[in-house]
């Protein structure tokens, strides 16, 4: 390293067992693993040992920021949470999950890179980061509050610089799906990161900070900042423009905020409302509703066709959002399939209530039976849908509907998730996706299959771009038309699900935003494909990260960075949990389901034929240097990663 440029050097290591402070040395990884869930997955490996659960004192919770939180660097305010996740099925896989917000960088501006957090504390406590002064004091009067009453009473007693990441009830008693968050709506949502929290009595992390992040070349990175920020004109794959509902801009004062620092796009999906009237409670709400939030409501016509209206569905998302439970497993899976189970009588009520969904006090006492465990229903979906169908005895005939896999309900696949519309051949790369994945494999699934079909006539009739376009962009990002081409098959299709496998660690290590990047796409281009002055879209992250740190890697490098991290977790797994391709394939049932939304070119619905992507499979593991019958790093790709020293998770035992 060429000095401390980017990284702040050091992080915290918090041992709540013992009551202990400690600092660590950064930048004895980052040169191979930059930050975030990169350095996150490196400090893993080392110091999770097999047998570890989700609850256990020793299942570190590992923070991390990354070298451009905190900076210019547009849509640069994120940071992983990573750790044995407790919503993980059959077994708790160690994976990740992500926040925006001001968290992350208040962090860096104390002075810190992340935090590893161990050790359960025998009572409530809140960690306390005032630049150098680390401290942990007692949560005791915070117990039981939600996450804004959490957030509002720390504010309160250090003053509004304060940023807060807290967890609210669901964590505290132990859900699978609890989140924790920070300010309105940004949540790690996924995993169960909150119960983890909640395992340890760690109620929030309280930082404030003032100190400066060094840049190795402040001039050419500012230019390459504003160079992104100008081009950066749509998020979520959509090329139309964004606008606010001058209704509710009048009715409820409805108005971008962006949920994360240095977001410079209004997102389709992201609003923040001023003045909601309560249906359950007589006061006004104010707060954010973000991605799949937006469907609490309901949608007419649709498969999420409840009507709450605006004003309950709003105050319910409040709701869920402060006692901490994941949006995308109850709208996505839980909802649906309480529904499926209703309609075959399996159950007739909630707390004495008839299920109807279009009663927001059903809701309301739906998510307080689940946050605390008050009757055998909550109970059973405090652990998440397909343990709580174990538990009930009841529904799982049902799962393969809405869970494809690892204990998460579908997200862009074609098939559970019936809000995004993607139809054949774009879910074969979904499909290998979440193949290989602990979790959804959304910030990979959001670069390929979002950016695809929003940015086509499919999604987007009025302002997709052409087919041929699409074509021509794709042969030169992937290698080959066929890998877009919405009248192909299985053909082409591995190597963008590599491709994007390495984008998602980029956005999770550097961190980024992973609606934005990577940039391929554009309408500021005569040809489409995103560019920026001399440099093209895909380039974006590896300009930023190199004149942020002084780093002088190659493309290549910085490709090689992320394959080690896919590679080194993939190794964490089979040392934990003896991955295998066995395990990959537990998927297919699902897939083989017709898609939800019919391709035009081909005229019907179709599902997966295993036979090809067993073959498909095999081109994957292929590209990736792993062996196609174990479905493990090869040694000789262990060597060339120069992973030989943390490679005993490698063995073979003939699963």
């Known amino acids: 390293m060429k000095g401390c440029y980017g990284w702040m050097g050091k992080f915290l290591r918090v041992d709540l067992g013992r009551g202990t402070v400690d600092i660590d040395d950064t930048l004895r990884h980052v040169d191979e693993y930059v930050g975030g869930r990169g350095l996150a997955a490196r400090i893993a490996v080392d110091e999770i040992a097999p047998g ?143 119960a983890v929290m909640g395992s340890k009595k760690l109620k929030a992390i309280a930082v404030q900070g003032n100190q400066a992040i060094q840049i190795a070349d402040p001039d050419r990175f500012l230019k390459i900042c504003n160079l992104v920020r100008e081009e950066a004109h749509a998020s979520h794959g959509w090329p139309h423009p964004i606008r606010l509902d001058p209704e509710k801009v009048a009715q409820y004062g409805q108005r971008f905020q962006a949920c994360t620092q240095q977001c410079h796009t209004g997102c389709y999906d992201a609003r923040y409302y001023t003045r909601v009237p309560g249906v359950l409670c007589n006061k006004l709400l104010a707060g954010q509703v973000d991605c799949v939030a937006g469907l609490f409501p309901g949608l007419a016509n649709s498969f999420y066709n409840w009507n709450l209206g605006f004003e309950a569905g709003f105050e319910i998302t409040q709701m869920s959002n402060d006692l901490g439970l994941n949006h995308w497993e109850i709208l996505i899976g839980m909802i649906p399939w309480l529904r499926d189970c209703r309609r075959a009588a399996y159950f007739r009520e909630i707390n004495g209530r008839a299920f109807d969904l279009d009663d927001p006090q059903v809701w309301a006492d739906l998510f307080r039976s689940i946050t605390y465990r008050s009757d055998e229903l909550g109970r059973a979906l405090a652990e998440g849908v397909v343990r709580g169908s174990e538990l009930l005895g009841f529904g799982q005939e049902f799962l393969v509907r809405y869970y494809p896999a690892w204990g998460y309900a579908g997200h862009w696949d074609g098939h559970g998730d019936h809000i995004n519309h993607i139809v054949f051949p774009f879910w074969l790369v979904a499909a290998l996706q979440w193949a290989m994945d602990t979790r959804d494999p959304i910030s990979s699934g959001h670069g390929y299959t979002q950016n695809i079909m929003n940015w086509s006539t499919i999604n987007s009739p009025d302002y997709g771009l052409s087919w041929e376009t699409i074509k021509l962009i794709g042969k030169k990002v992937y290698g080959s038309e066929l890998a877009v081409d919405p009248a192909s098959g299985y053909e082409a299709k591995a190597f963008p699900a590599v491709w994007h496998n390495h984008r998602s660690v980029v956005k999770d290590s550097l961190p980024v935003d992973d609606q934005i990047f990577p940039r391929i796409y554009s309408n500021y281009t005569s040809d489409h494909y995103a560019r920026a002055a001399d440099i093209e879209g895909p380039d974006f992250e590896f300009h930023l990260l190199n004149h942020a740190t002084g780093l002088d890697w190659t493309s290549a ?3 090689l960075f992320a394959e080690r991290v896919i590679n080194l977790e993939r190794l964490l797994q089979i040392k934990l949990h003896n991955r295998s391709r066995k395990d990959d394939e537990t998927l297919v049932p699902y897939f083989e389901q017709l898609e939800n939304s019919v391709n035009p070119f081909k005229g019907q619905a179709v599902g997966l034929d295993p036979v090809k992507f067993r073959l498909l499979l095999d081109q994957y593991y292929a590209l990736r240097g792993w062996d196609c019958v174990t479905g493990r790093p090869l040694p000789e790709t262990i060597e060339r990663l120069q992973l030989q020293h943390l490679s005993g998770a490698n063995t073979p035992s003939g699963k």
């Not at 660097?73 to 919503?87: D, E, N, V």
């Not at 077994?91 to 104390?110: C, D, I, M, N, Q």
């Not at 250090?158 to 949540?187: D, H, K, M």
Request: charged residues 15%; aromatic residues 12%; proline residues 5%.
């Open 52 to 194: 570890t659960s989700a609850f256990s004192a020793h299942n570190p919770l590992l923070l991390f920021t990354g070298p451009l939180t905190g900076t210019a660097a547009p849509y640069s305010g994120r940071t992983s949470i990573c750790s044995l996740a407790p919503q993980g099925y059959p077994v708790e896989w160690y994976t990740r999950s992500s926040f925006g917000g001001h968290w992350g960088p208040a962090l860096k501006y104390a002075g810190w890179d992340g935090i590893v957090i161990s050790g359960c504390s025998a009572t409530p406590v809140y960690l306390l980061i005032q630049n150098d002064r680390v401290s942990i004091e007692a949560a005791g009067s915070l117990w039981g509050c939600g996450i804004f009453d959490t957030q509002k009473r720390l504010i309160q007693q250090y003053g509004e610089q304060l940023r807060v990441f807290a967890i609210g009830p669901s964590g505290e008693n132990l859900s699978r799906i609890a989140i924790a968050a920070t300010e309105t709506e940004s949540a790690s949502g996924q995993g169960g990161f909150g």
């Open 557 to 559: 490098e910085f490709d």
